[in-house]
T-cell receptor, first 112, second 112 residues
Framework: DQQVKQNSPSLSVQEGRISILNCDYT??????FLWYKKYPAEGPTFLIS???IKDKNEDGRFTVFLNKSAKHLSLHIVPSQPGDSAVYFC???????????WGAGTKLIIKP | DAMVIQNPRYQVTQFGKPVTLSCSQT?????MYWYQQKSSQAPKLLFH???????NEADTPDNFQSRRPNTSFCFLDIRSPGLGDAAMYLC???????????FGDGTRLSIL
């Protein structure tokens, strides 16, 4: 049973436009959510996180939105740059658990 | 720069020949993790250490063991590697509580 779902295996966006990556979860006990970026042959790089007590967190070009009632979060990248082309993973956990539950990832392609 | 370092980046071993992968961190984090990642799938948690307390995931094969001699170092031992163990092995660290996990660049393990 997938508790964290990224339903889009890939997404193609024009350079300079907004990239929106989506993630849905089923476990209402999750209270901390993270986004990671991964290039080939490298480990995942932490991008941004959000606690369930917030509905938005912003860091430079990256903004994460959390809709608890819909059990949905999204990552917005504005403006999109060629270096943003990578696989993006959404992950979730609970306060008392160290295990991250990962989505399957979305491959983002930024077109010049 | 504080970081998570994995050695070697690439490891080739023979079927059934024991192999050890190493990880060191300068972040002084309490928690260290070992993950297995195959192709573009999400990382799969093998085990983690909370300080010296070892936590094994239920579905981690007995073939995989780990040692954490001190805060900075952690080792993954694969006693008798099979062809199915060929993968990227990722080490990560985090502070206590809900916090981002910071990953090394991984060790790509190949089995001949």
């Amino acid at each position: 049973d997938q508790q964290v779902k990224q339903n889009s295996p890939s997404l193609s966006v024009q350079e300079g436009r907004i990239s929106i990556l989506n993630c849905d979860y089923t476990n209402s006990m999750f209270d901390y959510f993270l986004w990671y970026k991964k290039y080939p042959a490298e480990g995942p790089t932490f991008l941004i996180s959000i606690s369930s007590i917030k509905d938005k967190n912003e860091d430079g070009r990256f903004t994460v939105f959390l809709n608890k009632s819909a059990k949905h979060l999204s990552l917005h990248i504005v403006p999109s740059q060629p270096g943003d082309s990578a696989v993006y993973f959404c992950a979730a956990t609970t306060d008392s658990n160290y295990q991250l539950i990962w989505g399957a990832g979305t491959k983002l392609i930024i077109k010049p | 720069d504080a970081m998570v370092i994995q050695n070697p980046r690439y490891q080739v071993t023979q079927f059934g020949k024991p192999v050890t992968l190493s990880c060191s961190q300068t972040l002084n984090h309490n928690v260290m993790y070992w993950y297995q990642q195959k192709s573009s799938q999400a990382p799969k948690l093998l085990f983690h250490y909370y300080d010296k307390d070892f936590n094994n995931e239920a579905d981690t094969p007995d073939n995989f063991q780990s040692r954490r001699p001190n805060t900075s170092f952690c080792f993954l031992d694969i006693r008798s590697p099979g062809l199915g163990d060929a993968a990227m092995y990722l080490c990560a660290t985090s502070r206590k509580g809900p916090a981002p996990q910071h990953f090394g660049d991984g060790t790509r393990l190949s089995i001949l």
